[in-house]
């Protein structure tokens, strides 16, 4: 999956001595005039805005920032030397990134009223510009009553389709616990069957790219054929969300993570090619299956024969078919013989066993 690049937005921190809160490149709080913290975590701004400064977007692409080694101060990503000492930043502790923070803020944020005072507030205010209180959630007393859930339909959905899991578990568990019974052969069957086959007009259907060039092309629909990581030509690209990701700069990226829909021509065709026009079969109940025997007429010839056994073993309460497709396993099954029969807990023959 591809990540695409929609812009730059700057990321907000908040000060850890006055609650206020500033843009992600700012070094000093707004408020108080605090450094911003060597380890602060930036988070979403209530609105995002792109950028459109150069200056700040390079800086953003420049990598996360570091740390100077000998003075801690803040220099960009692509900086050599430290701006306040001069130091080399060679061994300089970059700032954390990478991380996403949440879902792109394009819309504009409804501003807060102050449950003190109703003063509206910026949306982002950690603290009331009228009254100077804190604007946080109250916390839900801890003896607080709460109703009991009602059952939705979704949850009723993942109940039902949880009972389905324990049952099909279930179900798997019980048809692969067998338990052993002798049996014994009583009767035996055999088919043997040989199809003709003729040149003749055969439907189907399939890419355009890959029918044989001799074919009669019928009519032809855009089908989605396969969804690819990277674009390719008249592919149809597909992108998520956009989130906001940690540049370790005080900017935010914000990016899609995009696939591509590559869409072909899925066309019916008519070919000539070699199909089955009849068949000819022969049965029996002994130990001496023959293929049959036919005349073809010109233009004619025998596809591929197919054989099949049953065999029906008694047991002291119940009689199971057996069936195979060997013809050298087939003839060990002589009438009489014993075998041991593998029967599941739902009374299914699951297997035969010679005896020792």
């Known amino acids: 999956m591809a990540r695409k690049t929609i812009g730059y937005v700057k990321l907000a921190w908040t000060c850890p001595h006055c609650d206020g809160e500033n843009h992600g490149p700012r070094k000093f709080c707004n408020g108080c005039g605090a450094p911003q913290p060597q380890d602060v975590e930036f988070h979403q701004a ?10 700040e977007i390079a800086r953003a692409k420049a990598g996360p920032d570091i740390h100077c080694p000998y003075c801690r101060a803040r220099n960009p990503g692509d900086a050599s030397f430290c701006s306040a000492c001069g ?30 005072c109703a003063t509206l507030n910026p949306a982002n205010a950690h603290t009331c510009a009228g009254c100077g209180d804190s604007l946080a959630k109250p916390k839900p007393a801890s003896r607080e009553i709460k109703e009991p859930k009602k059952r ?26 067998t338990e052993e019974h002798i049996g014994t052969v009583e ?16 439907e189907d259907e399939g890419w355009m790219d890959e029918i044989h060039a001799d074919a009669e092309i019928g009519p032809c629909t855009d089908k989605h054929r396969e969804t690819v990581a990277e674009p390719v030509p008249d592919s149809v690209e597909v992108c998520g969300t956009p989130y906001t990701v940690d540049t370790g700069t005080g900017i935010g990226e ?20 070699w199909g089955i ?18 005349q073809l007429t010109e233009g004619q ?56």
């Open 187 to 202: 009767d035996v069957a055999w088919m043997r069957s040989i199809p003709i086959e003729a040149l003749v007009d055969i």
């Open 87 to 116: 130091g080399s930043l060679e061994s300089g502790e970059a700032r954390p990134s990478g991380a996403v923070l949440g879902a792109y803020r394009k819309d504009k944020q409804l501003d807060i009223e102050c449950p003190s």
């Open 46 to 55: 209530a609105q995002e805005v792109l950028l459109t400064d150069e200056a």
């Open 152 to 177: 939705t339909p979704v949850g009723i959905a993942l109940g039902i389709g949880a009972l389905c899991l324990i049952a099909g578990i279930v179900w798997i568990f019980l048809s692969q616990r």
């Open 254 to 273: 914000v990016v899609q993570d995009c696939e591509y829909e590559v869409f072909s021509d899925w066309c019916t065709y008519t070919v000539i090619d």
């Open 301 to 356: 010839r025998f596809g591929d024969g197919e054989e099949r056994f049953e065999i029906t073993l008694a047991t002291d309460d119940d009689t199971y078919t057996y069936t195979i497709y060997d013809s050298v396993v087939f003839i060990q099954f002589q009438q009489g013989t014993t075998w041991i029969l593998n029967i599941n807990s739902f009374g299914q023959l699951v297997s035969v066993d010679k005896p020792e």
């Open 277 to 294: 026009v009849d068949s000819v079969t022969l049965t029996g109940t002994d130990f001496n299956p023959i293929w049959p025997e036919a």
